[in-house]
């Protein structure tokens, strides 16, 4: 009880010192918590990209590829999904609701999507949040497109305005479909997945755009007009890949089972769940290093508190001699330093757990709109309670070497005067 009463009198001599010192090792705890908050909320982020679906029908290929294509727009498909099977998949007497997606055209770099009504209505994401509209509606017309948040903002476009859908995937947009101008009727919410980078149109306007259109080129001497599809019959051949709700999870093996063996073509069912985890498995290697950064941070807290210990060494030997002249022992000359390294600590670590959670509720709504990542921010738990142990435990470590240093020091070194 009197070391403890000593070391509180010596740390409010040195009040300046220790209060940057707790600051850092605050700032420092802050900065790992708020990495491994955020860490994990990408990580079920990513998760969540799609919730809510239960199985993902496409070519057969690799799951992760299915995953790649159909979920987070990147490469393509080995091949397409007839109309036939999509609607024999839609007659499953599993199935509750199907949503068709049709890739292979694009927008100034950014995937172009054709479906239907049903994926504003169906389509799910982190922990089955549905989808909502920044302004505008859902497409009704053939030529009426839907923007995510991010290709809204990045082209500076607002509803009313039309656009110019190419045909592939060529960010230059060498060839266009500009005989059909598509006008933007919404534009969806901030999601913080591949949705928000996605051009949404129906699957008449995939269709439309592609009439008079062969091996990459238009084949027809004269390209039809927006009157023209008025008349038409708009009848889709094939999709791309197929998301599907199931009338209970029961089912879902027994319609995957189905569906790879399906007769009327090579087709492939996938659980999205699953494939998102073999997913972010691959990509494992960055969220190691967001934590080995995380603990070099709170390594770096740690070691200016040694500093500052050390650098105040010198000027407290004449403090040291005095408490050994009055009958201290060693021994409680290194429990002065190693109790001071560990309330240092204790009380940085405490300060930075509740800067973190006070921090992040505040940025919690800003961070999901601006980036989409959604946080969980809960009381601090059993996670937070080993942080403050493990950095407690660290600073009564690091607190040894200079309690060792005023161990060695002599009464008479301490009592001479240094001119």
């Known amino acids: 009880m009197i070391i403890l009463r000593l070391v509180l009198k010596s740390l409010w001599n040195r009040r300046g010192v220790a209060a940057l010192t707790v600051f850092a090792i605050t700032i420092s705890v802050t900065l790992f918590l708020s990495v491994d908050k955020i860490r994990t909320g990408a990580r079920d982020s990513f998760a969540n990209t799609i919730s809510g679906t239960d199985v993902i029908v496409g070519a057969r290929t690799g799951p992760v590829q299915l995953l790649l294509y159909a979920v987070f727009r990147i490469g393509n498909a080995t091949n397409n999904i007839s109309w036939k099977s999509y609607l024999d998949i839609e007659k499953q007497r599993e199935t509750e609701w199907v949503v068709p997606i049709s890739l292979g055209d694009s927008h100034k770099g950014f995937r172009v999507l054709g479906t239907t009504q049903v994926y504003f209505e169906k389509f799910r994401y982190a922990r089955k949040r549905s989808l909502s509209f920044q302004v505008g509606r859902p497409f009704s017309h053939v030529l009426d497109v839907v923007l995510g948040a991010e290709v809204a903002k990045e082209l500076g476009y607002d ?6 859908i190419s045909h592939g995937l060529d960010k230059a947009g060498f060839t266009k479909h500009d005989n059909l101008p598509f006008s933007i009727v919404g534009v969806l919410a901030a999601t913080g997945t591949p949705v928000d980078q996605t051009v949404h149109i129906s699957l008449q306007g995939i269709e439309a755009i592609h009439i008079g259109w062969g091996s990459g080129s238009r084949t027809r001497n004269r390209a039809i007009g927006p009157q023209d599809i008025e008349t038409m019959k708009l009848q889709p051949k094939a999709v791309t890949a197929v998301l599907v709700g199931l009338k209970s999870k029961m089912q879902v093996f027994r319609f995957q089972r189905a569906i790879n063996e399906y007769s009327g073509e090579p087709l492939m069912a996938i659980l ?16 190691k290093a967001l934590v080995i950064i995380s603990m070099f941070v709170v390594i770096a807290g740690l070691l200016g508190m040694l500093t500052m210990i050390l650098s105040g060494l010198n000027e407290r030997r004449r403090e040291m001699a005095i408490l050994r002249s009055v009958g201290a022992m060693p021994v409680h000359i290194m429990a002065l330093f190693v109790i ?6 204790v009380v940085g670590a405490c300060l930075g757990v509740v800067l973190t959670f006070v921090g992040l509720g505040l940025a919690q709504s800003f961070i999901e709109a601006q980036y989409g990542l959604y946080l969980t921010v809960s009381p601090p738990g059993m996670r937070e309670g080993i942080v403050v142990l493990g950095v407690a435990a660290a600073g009564a470590i690091v ?13 008479a070194d301490g009592l001479v005067v240094r001119l």
């Open 272 to 287: 999205p769940g699953v494939a998102l985890q073999e997913l972010w498995t691959l990509m494992g290697t960055v969220e």
């Open 159 to 164: 509803v009313g305005d039309k656009i110019i």
């Open 399 to 411: 607190g040894l070497w200079p309690a060792w240093r005023a161990y060695r020091l002599s009464v």
């Open 340 to 345: 001071e390294a560990l309330l240092l600590s």
